[in-house]
């Protein structure tokens, strides 16, 4: 028999569960099953009722995800990221679920029988009273298991499963399928529309060739970035540094995503963002970079002189697009 899953993190553990991530059978839990990247706007939906179940019910909400994505473990080429789970798991907790359980996905775990899965998992870890998953849930080795095997199996074990359909708007189901067709055709306004919020990158600031200080605008070069990259471009951003207890809005700025052309040839692709009004060190610290704008595509112009002088054009509409992303009622928080 496969030897049970690491749970990779136990975020935000409380009274209600032990170090292990186990719910006492005393309290039970409303467990939402699901890959959640993006926590976009139909995740949302379904999260809130999921908060508002388990509150009228006197039991635990909490999420139960995978990682790293099944896709990856299984042969297949998992989809682009929009969040990383750190990432994931602050959305969450500002929805109220504070308690979110990562199990590392593997080989063994993938060959666990759906009746295990919902037996061991499902009810002698978590407690489960309720499940809640979305209409195509499959589960089990070999994906044998689907919603009314899951549900078969709560009425064994003692919890109910639950089926929800996807919230939507007039072009469509919200869906992080639907956000990274956006993301990937530069679409920033659409993505914000699924996600409810501004796309970001995460990434360590590293030495570069310092080119943007020389242009009279210093730049933080952003590497080791895990989350979908959009089209090569330059773009409005808002940035937050991630290495005190919870995220701490830096500045706005402009950020440019692409090879350079002008001042590098066809190299590597960068990430570099020139922070505005902002003063200080940041080589080595973590940084987020919301992306509230697309202004313009990359291209090669005629020297470093109408290259600085563009520079102060997108400068000058980044801070116009940020002003603006500030007065709208779905502004990003600060």
């Given at each position: 028999m496969p030897a049970s899953p690491a749970i990779l993190e136990h975020l935000e553990p409380d009274a209600a569960s032990d170090a292990a991530g186990r719910v006492p059978p005393s309290r039970g839990s409303v467990v939402v099953i699901g890959n959640f990247d993006g926590v976009h706007r139909g995740h949302q939906a379904v999260l809130a009722e999921a908060v508002a179940l388990a509150e009228r019910r006197a039991l635990v909400p909490l999420v139960l995800t995978f990682a790293p994505h099944p896709a990856a473990v299984l042969g297949r080429t998992p989809p682009p990221l929009l969040t990383t789970l750190p990432h994931r798991a602050e959305l969450l907790a500002g929805l109220g679920l504070r308690r979110v359980v990562a199990l590392r996905f593997d080989l063994g775990f993938a060959a666990w029988s759906p009746e295990r899965f919902a037996r061991e998992l499902l009810r002698d870890t978590l407690g489960a009273r309720v499940v809640v998953v979305g209409e195509?849930?499959?589960?089990?080795?070999?994906?044998?298991?689907?919603?009314?095997?899951?549900?078969?199996?709560?009425?064994?074990?003692?919890?109910?499963?639950?089926?929800?359909?996807?919230?939507?708007?007039?072009?469509?189901?919200?869906?992080?399928?639907?956000?990274?067709?956006?993301?990937?055709?530069?679409?920033?306004?659409?993505?914000?529309?699924?996600?409810?919020?501004?796309?970001?990158?995460?990434?360590?600031?590293?030495?570069?060739e310092a080119r943007g200080r020389t242009l009279g605008f210093p730049t933080a070069n952003l590497e080791g970035i895990a989350e979908m990259v959009p089209p090569h471009g330059v773009y409005a951003v808002r940035v937050d540094a991630l290495d005190g207890p919870r995220p701490e809005r830096l500045a706005g700025g402009v950020m440019n995503i692409g090879v350079r052309p002008t001042v590098s040839g066809e190299g590597r692709a960068t990430h570099e963002a020139h922070l505005f009004d902002f003063e200080g060190d940041l080589y080595g610290r973590a940084l987020r970079v919301h992306l509230v704008a697309r202004l313009r595509e990359e291209r090669r112009f005629d020297g470093v002189d109408a290259l600085r002088a563009q520079i102060r054009k997108d400068s000058e509409a980044a801070r116009a697009a940020l002003a603006l992303e500030a007065q709208s009622p779905t502004a990003d928080p600060e």
């Open positions: 195509n849930f499959r589960f089990g080795a070999r994906r044998a298991g689907d919603f009314a095997e899951l549900a078969r199996l709560g009425f064994r074990f003692g919890f109910e499963a639950c089926g929800h359909a996807m919230a939507a708007d007039g072009r469509g189901a919200f869906s992080s399928t639907r956000a990274r067709e956006a993301i990937g055709a530069g679409d920033l306004a659409e993505a914000r529309a699924v996600l409810g919020r501004s796309h970001a990158l995460s990434g360590v600031v590293a030495h570069g």
